[in-house]
């Protein structure tokens, strides 16, 4: 499969609008959380799923000092400086200093990006104050600039 581009990605993205917010999911128009967002866009773009992820809890406050998704997405992903990020570009926040990150977005405009979160479905969110600073970590998918 050939290296998908930003519109690729984005329009893969916002394919999962409206999915009802379903812990540890990943059904486009059935349930997803956000992850299970990342992961349905990655298995669009190259057709599989690099790895399963373990249980996890839907507490992105959780105090564990694991950075257990962003390790996992150092194994599949390539690492981008927050102040280099682009639309197509994946995110990941922490709900504040010292607690890992634990909820995932996907960059569609310098401004806005989609993310899955509890009592919602996947929607659009303006990328705020309050997101910037909790902004922990940025990746690209594999091929992806």
Do not use: I
């Given at each position: 499969m050939t290296a998908p581009i930003c519109v690729d990605i984005i329009s893969e993205a916002e394919s999962w609008l409206k999915?009802?917010?379903q812990h540890q999911?990943?059904?486009k128009g059935v349930g997803c959380d956000c992850l299970g967002l990342?992961?349905?866009?990655?298995r669009?773009?190259?057709?599989f799923?690099?790895?399963r992820p373990p249980a996890y809890?839907?507490?992105w406050a959780e105090a564990s000092a694991q950075e257990t998704l962003a390790d996992a997405a150092l194994r599949h992903l390539k690492p981008v400086d927050i102040a280099a990020l682009k639309p197509g570009h994946i995110m990941l926040f922490r709900w504040r200093a010292g607690l890992p990150a634990k909820h995932a977005g996907i960059l569609v405009s310098p401004t806005r990006f989609i993310h899955a979160h509890d009592g919602a479905a996947v929607s659009h969110a303006s990328l705020t104050p309050w997101w910037q600073r909790r902004l922990a970590y940025g990746f690209a998918f594999p091929?992806?600039?």
């Open positions: 999915t009802p917010y999911a990943s059904l990342v992961r349905g866009v990655f669009a773009l190259y057709g799923e690099p790895e809890t839907p507490n091929d992806h600039k």
